[in-house]
């Protein structure tokens, strides 16, 4: 393999451009030619492809977003759009892929694979933590850092006031951002969409604390099934009947998708950026390359989409038993 391309697709995450800088730095020490294309799959469509030297990415580890920016196409969901893609890679001879992004990336570049045959490693780039085959995803850690940023600061007003907090935080359909800023931030409750909430044990708890706390915090998860903050806070505020107590809620919203990325989501996304040319240079066609146990593990795109990555219940348990 002489010539691979570099893309970012999907939600951009923090440790996207230190994956970047490691894939384009680690193909030009093997010799092999490195392009980027810019914005994702729409790039790859409309031939926005451009080669990477090893000063394209200087200055790039610290910093958030995506320098090769990032986008949901629509039009690589077509035949037609997959088919135009196709041709100009095959115009600029590149013979292999790196896919950073998370579960539509991996979708479409399963599709992809399986159309055109072009072998595609990909990387996890995603705050929401939530693929199969790897412990956790680029991105993943500064959000849960940035959320709990925030709920220190939340704490602080919600104890001066005497407040019941509901505070919402991204992972689409997962909680692992919501479980560990929980756990981190000593919230009283977090609510997942792993997991069925129950309200009314909720509000039970909460008329028990009123003895021992006047402030408390409850972490929503984006897609918990209870509804959003807003709702589940009207739910429990109706049901609580407390005139002594003001209700709040803050969404957290995209501030958890920027900023400088942490050491660890830095190491994490070098050491896959770097197995991820690796793994096309030993024959990986279809796979992601993750880490796991603090080893590099390459699974398939099937896997990664397709099978579910549990939350790590004693987690849960820990916010319980910790919030007493
Ligand atoms: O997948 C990352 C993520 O930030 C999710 O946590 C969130 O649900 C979604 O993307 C938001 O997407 P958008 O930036 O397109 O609104």
């Not at 055109?116 to 995803?137: H, K, Q």
């Not at 359909?173 to 309200?199: C, H, R």
């Not at 505020?237 to 002594?244: A, I, N």
């Not at 593990?297 to 579910?308: E, L, R």
């Amino acid at each position: 393999m002489k010539r691979i391309a570099v893309f970012t697709s999907g939600g951009d995450s923090p440790g996207m451009n230190a994956c970047i800088r490691a894939v384009v730095r680690t193909a030009i020490f093997k010799g092999i030619e490195v392009y980027a294309i810019h914005r994702g799959y729409e790039g790859m469509i409309d031939g926005d492809i451009k080669r990477m030297q090893s000063h394209s990415v200087s200055n790039i580890v610290q910093r958030g977003g995506t320098k090769l920016k990032s986008a949901r196409s629509q039009e690589f969901r077509t035949p037609e759009g997959r088919k135009k893609a196709y041709d100009n890679l095959m115009l600029h001879g590149i013979e292999g892929l790196v896919a950073i992004g998370g579960d539509g990336t991996f979708t479409g570049a399963k599709l992809f694979y399986e159309e055109f045959g072009i072998p595609t490693v990909g990387c996890p780039g995603t705050i929401d933590n939530d693929l199969y085959g790897t412990d956790y995803t680029i991105g993943f850690d500064t959000a849960v850092n940035t959320a709990l940023e925030a709920i220190d600061k939340i704490r602080d007003t919600a104890a001066a006031h005497d407040r019941i907090f509901f505070i919402e935080v991204m992972g689409r359909d997962a909680g692992f951002i919501a479980v560990e800023s929980a756990i981190g931030g000593g919230a009283e409750f977090v609510m997942v969409p792993e997991t069925k909430t129950d309200l009314d044990a909720v509000v039970k708890s909460l008329k028990h604390l009123r003895k021992s706390k006047t402030s408390s915090i409850i972490v929503v998860a984006e897609g918990d099934d209870a509804g959003n903050a807003q709702t589940v806070m009207e739910i429990v505020k109706d049901k609580l009947q407390d005139s002594t107590k003001d209700f709040k809620v803050t969404t957290l919203g995209h501030i958890q998708r920027g900023g400088s990325p942490t050491a660890r989501d830095r190491v994490l996304a070098s050491r896959c950026g770097m197995a991820a040319v690796e793994g096309l240079l030993e024959g990986y066609q279809f796979h992601m390359a993750g880490v796991i146990n603090q080893e590099v593990v390459y699974t398939p795109f099937a896997d990664c989409i397709g099978k579910s990555k549990p939350l790590i219940q004693d987690h849960l348990k820990l916010v319980e038993i910790l919030s007493i």
